[in-house]
């Protein structure tokens, strides 16, 4: 080997590694203090950290299973929440939908803005401050709802307020948790979404 | 604890047949499957943690890495080893939290024609590894740690790294040199 051998070629000669043309890197080492000089400080670096690392064991690790399982079982929890918030919203927005369907045609009813639910925000955009302005419509037009309609609004609502408090709870132990994160954003928007539809219910009336 | 080569491939495979088991129960919510992994593993796992971020935070980013590795469950593929799967995992956890901690780059040896020059100089027979390790960039960390203390060929450090073999024996390459400037300095 006339040429140099590039530097990884010499590190994995220095490592003993038969993927490369060893018989020709050695050839070249013979007459090349430069190189022959750099896959000795590459072998004695290794060997060193080798050394190390033998030496310097430190203490044996400590097993924490326990603060792992409670993590676990927290997010099992918040999982199931999860699941039961979101099958129990579909069904309630199904029925929500059929019940409203049966009333009404949307066509009859156009989506004007009234004094109940004035300049309600897409809830696409901040489901947390969506979600405060539809509360608060909600809130002001409970009177238009009949009683079977709040019971099934707080159906909806309130397996959802659950989780979310659960949600929060656990991503105030774990703050960089992005599935926590994501899913509390979930929550806030199907929330905004389930409010959002007796808004309109409420607007239709008013 | 080092362990050669021959005995951490063997100990690997030795866990493969029981890591089928308790991965798909794991999979599925079993939290008992899934502390036999943890125990199975932890030593080892936190042995890497331990090299990547030192030893003060070492029990936290062990932790972190099987909680991730938890809820990550339904995303392995059979079609390779658990232990890989899971050491990839750990490996991405584990650069991610060296790249944050502050100060690294300020510490980080580069690799320049001054380094090269000082391996002349004799090499000290003892090394300060956490402060030696912690002067490099987690990516070139990675690398001398997965091949001279953990024992992964060049190849299998490229797999794990997610980066071509050329690339993996380049970080090697730099990472030593870097060492070895680090040594001098001392």
């Not at chain 2, 999979?27 to 990547?52: C, K, Q, S, T, V």
Request: hydrophobic share 45%; charged share 25%.
């Amino acid at each position: 080997m006339r040429i140099h051998p590039d530097s990884t070629q010499l590190v994995a000669y220095a490592d003993g590694d038969t993927s490369v043309d060893v018989n020709a890197i050695a050839a070249h080492l013979r007459v090349c203090a430069d190189c022959n000089e750099t896959v000795q400080t590459l072998s004695a670096v290794r060997d060193l950290v080798r050394d190390a690392a033998t030496n310097d064991r430190g203490q044996p690790p400590r097993e924490d299973w326990d603060s792992l399982a409670i993590a676990i079982r927290r997010r099992a929890r918040a999982r199931t929440a999860f699941t039961w918030t979101l099958g129990l919203a579909a069904a309630s927005l199904v029925a929500a939908a059929l019940w409203t369907s049966t009333r009404q045609s949307p066509l009859d009813q156009p989506r004007a803005t009234s004094v109940l639910a004035p300049n309600i925000p897409s809830v696409a955009g901040k489901p947390d401050t969506a979600v405060a302005l539809l509360s608060r419509a909600v809130a002001a037009g409970r009177s238009h709802l009949s009683a079977e309609e709040l019971h099934t609004l707080d159906a909806l609502v309130r397996p959802i307020d659950v989780a979310i408090r659960q949600t929060q709870a656990a991503l105030n132990s774990d703050p960089k948790d992005s599935f926590l994160r994501t899913h509390l954003a979930e929550l806030h928007r199907k929330r905004a979404s389930a409010l959002g539809d007796f808004v309109d219910l409420i607007r239709s009336r008013g | 604890m080092w362990i050669s080569r021959p005995e951490r491939v063997v100990a690997m495979t030795s866990h493969a047949s029981g890591d089928v088991d308790d991965v798909t129960r794991a999979a599925r919510g079993d939290a008992g499957a899934f502390e036999h992994i943890y125990r199975r593993y932890h030593p080892r796992i936190h042995g890497l943690a331990r090299r990547m971020v030192g030893p003060d935070d070492a029990d936290d980013a062990t932790q972190d890495i099987f909680f991730r590795a938890w809820t990550r469950l339904h995303s392995y593929r059979a079609d390779a080893a658990f232990s890989t799967w899971l050491y990839r995992l750990a490996l991405n956890v584990l650069i991610r939290r060296s790249a944050r901690v502050r100060g690294v780059a300020k510490l980080t040896v580069g690799v320049t024609d001054e380094n090269l020059v000082a391996v002349s100089q004799p090499l000290d027979a003892r090394l300060d590894l956490d402060s030696a390790l912690s002067a490099l960039s987690p990516d070139l960390r990675a690398a001398v740690v997965l091949h001279d203390i953990e024992g992964f060929s060049h190849e299998e450090i490229g797999k794990l790294l997610g980066i071509s073999l050329t690339a993996a024996r380049m970080r090697l390459y730099r990472a030593r040199l870097a060492l070895r400037a680090f040594g001098a300095r001392r």
